[in-house]
């Protein structure tokens, strides 16, 4: 079984930035892209950002230039760096990540369970 569980949402101020952080755990060959999405209300969950194993990073358009992915493979770990904050950016941010469980098997996607940012003044 794989844990994947998102940290660091809050309130923040138009302009300002948040961390957010999403560590996997538990049994597991490998992971591979790890990806943020974000679902506002009344809208469809859109990707975000999306990081594969050896650092090759995407973004949305609408985040280029204010949000940086990355990720720690020895924490098996994401970040998503969020500055320039907009109220636009409020929504419930979510982590998927492909793993493999068993050498050679298919990938498998897990989530995490969302972490609230509000963009608000």
């Known amino acids: 079984q794989v844990q994947v569980v998102e940290s660091g949402g809050g309130l923040v101020q138009p302009g300002g930035s948040l961390r957010l952080s999403c560590a996997a755990s538990?049994?597991?060959?490998?992971?591979?892209?790890m990806d943020w999405y974000r679902q506002a209300p009344g809208k469809q969950r859109e990707l975000v950002a999306s990081i594969g194993s050896a650092g090759s990073t995407k973004y949305a358009d609408s985040v280029k230039g204010r949000f940086t992915i990355s990720r720690d493979n020895v924490k098996n770990t994401v970040y998503l760096q969020m500055n320039s904050l907009k109220p636009e950016d409020t929504a419930v941010y979510y982590c998927?990540?492909?793993?493999?469980?068993?050498?050679?098997?298919?990938?498998?996607?897990?989530w995490g369970q969302g972490t609230q940012v509000t963009v608000s003044s």
């Open positions: 998927k990540v492909w793993v493999r469980l068993v050498r050679g098997d298919i990938l498998t996607i897990y």
């Open positions: 538990g049994k597991f060959f490998s992971l591979n892209d």
